[in-house]
């Protein structure tokens, strides 16, 4: 395994190289397909650091990138900074993929495109030079129309919104039911809008793990709102919010005992809460929820020193609080940014994601470790027999990772 990842950790070094990124900077920025490799990496930029050459360092020949790749990642980030639709639905594709050599080359384009947006936001005067919102609630809630109303107005008001919507996989062949782009058919119409509905393919949260990659992309490509939609269930509303700016909790007015069925770690975590289906007979429950979130909110610990989370009530059906709803996501923006909390987010969001991918992969490499492979059947087995608990077949497990990975790397 070590071998593998010194490997890959040349390669992607190589790669990256041809197009002139500072080592040192790709070892803090890059998510590399193993915790490993990027250790690999931060310690040749260490050593560059103490006067040794990458190079040198380096037992395995270099790869560059062939000249087919070359053309593709240059056409793709071209086509991506321009504003092309085309490119940047083939952009995510790629940076979606399970090929191990696209995902390498996904790696390069996305920072190429963190190199551009970086120069944007020095002209911006180093603020964000696009606006994230997470938006998430349960089934029924109303989200697709919500945001086919929301993105309509901002399209009209001169801005590019791109919808990231995850939808739920299928269990046979893993694709996405691709439901959002049926439901807001005059969004997906629109030229200044993008919608990709990405399926979950057995991600917990129902975030996919590329969601953030993609987010990137998005603003590469000149969107200045990203709205990203999740599911709704499970563990979805703390893993978007971990990657958006506001995230923004959506409601029902008629799912019964509402403070009992939204539960109080999803209610922390959001900045803003709306009510939605606000009209006809809905308008007095929708009245007496917002009633109900807007005392609950009062007794919870304050998520941040300069915002106080605000309960709205919508209807998509009439446009009814769209506008007024959208001036308090700006507000919050402002308020956000000036006081630098906004910024200091992203940065830890950022952290927290590279850790999520880590452990992932970490499992990842675990499971495929010869030694783990070998004994796993007949710890298996005597698990589900009864004969040993859980507990103890994963400290086995363990052990034999660790093990034979610790005479592995003695041996080389």
């Known amino acids: 395994m070590t071998h593998v990842c010194h490997k890959m950790g040349a390669f992607g070094v190589s790669i990256l190289r041809r197009w002139t990124f500072p080592v040192p900077f790709l070892a803090t920025t890059l998510n590399l397909k193993s915790s490993v490799c990027a250790s690999h990496l931060h310690d040749q930029s260490w050593k560059n650091k103490r006067g040794v050459s990458t190079e040198a360092a380096m037992s395995q020949p270099i790869q560059d990138l062939s000249e087919p790749e070359k053309r593709l990642l240059n056409k793709l980030y071209k086509g991506l900074i321009s504003g092309q639709r085309a490119s940047l639905a083939e952009s995510i594709t ?82 996405s039911l691709m439901g959002d782009k049926t439901r807001m058919t005059e969004l997906s119409r629109d030229m200044s809008a993008f919608i990709r509905p990405s399926p979950t393919s057995g991600t917990l949260g129902g975030v996919t793990r590329t969601t953030n990659e993609a987010i990137v992309l998005c603003e590469g490509a000149g969107y200045d709102i990203v709205l990203v939609e999740t599911v ?60 109900e979130y807007t005392s609950a909110l009062k007794l919870l610990r304050k998520k941040s020193k300069s915002w106080n989370p605000k309960v709205v009530r919508v209807s998509s059906q009439t446009g009814e609080g769209i506008p007024e709803l959208w001036a308090k996501m700006e507000s ?81």
């Open 232 to 291: 709704g269930v499970g563990q979805s509303e703390f893993a978007v919010a971990d990657m958006v700016d506001l995230f923004v909790l959506l409601i029902p007015p008629a799912g019964g005992d509402e403070l009992q069925g939204i539960k109080r770690g999803i209610i922390e975590k959001a900045d803003l809460v709306v009510v939605t289906k606000s009209d006809g007979d809905l308008v007095v429950p929708a009245r007496r929820i917002q009633t």
């Open 94 to 175: 790629l940076v979606e993929t399970q090929h191990p050599r696209k995902k390498e080359l996904a790696q390069v384009l996305l920072q190429r495109v963190l190199a551009y947006r970086r120069e944007q936001e020095k002209c911006n005067g180093g603020k964000p030079v696009a606006f994230r919102v997470g938006l998430s609630g349960p089934p029924g809630a109303g989200k697709s129309s919500f945001i086919e109303v929301v993105g309509k107005m901002l399209t009209s008001q001169g801005h590019k919104v791109s919808v990231l919507a995850v939808d739920p996989s299928s269990c046979t062949t893993g694709g």
């Open 332 to 412: 919050y923006q402002d308020t956000m940014l000036a006081s630098g909390e906004l910024q200091g987010r992203r940065r830890a969001q950022q952290k927290v994601w590279m850790w999520s991918l880590i452990q992932e992969n970490v499992l990842c490499h675990f499971q495929n470790h010869p030694a783990v492979r070998e004994e796993l059947p007949l710890l298996e087995d005597r698990v589900t027999r009864g004969a040993i608990s859980p507990g103890l077949a994963a400290d086995l497990l363990l052990k034999a990772f660790t093990s034979s990975s610790s005479s592995y790397s003695s041996s080389s």
